[in-house]
């Protein structure tokens, strides 16, 4: 089992990154997927959820209508685009498969002009 995080980075207030979620080892769309956060000196924190059915998605308030979760079948891939950052979004952003929990490596956001 492998989740690897990807398309972190430096972005202004205001921008957009999409993050990426790649797993092998096992069928995303079979279990609820999500993206936690930690900013330096804090609790990991719940971003943003997938159902395995991919019909249910739900979000940390402090980033509804701003971010949105996704998954390709396909790719395996599960998504996070975030839009509008802000510096506060800034933190290390890690994909969790919910079930039998496996983590990835995380990757590093920061938003800072």
């Known amino acids: 089992v492998q989740l690897v995080e990807s398309g972190g980075g430096l972005v202004q207030p205001g921008g957009s990154l999409r993050l990426s979620c790649a797993a092998s080892?096992?069928?995303?769309?079979?279990?609820?997927m999500s993206w936690y956060r930690q900013a330096p000196g804090k609790t990991r924190e719940l971003v943003a959820g997938?159902?395995?059915?991919?019909?249910?998605?739900n979000y940390a308030d402090s980033v509804k209508g701003r971010f949105t979760i996704s998954r390709d079948n396909a790719k395996n891939t599960v998504y996070l685009q975030m839009n509008s950052l802000k510096p506060e979004d800034t933190a290390v952003y890690y994909c969790?498969?919910?079930?039998?929990?496996?983590w990835g490596q995380g990757t590093q956001v920061t938003v800072s002009s």
């Open positions: 969790k498969r919910e079930v039998w929990v496996y």
């Open positions: 997938i159902s395995s059915a991919g019909s249910n998605t």
């Open positions: 080892g096992f069928t995303v769309s079979n279990y609820r």
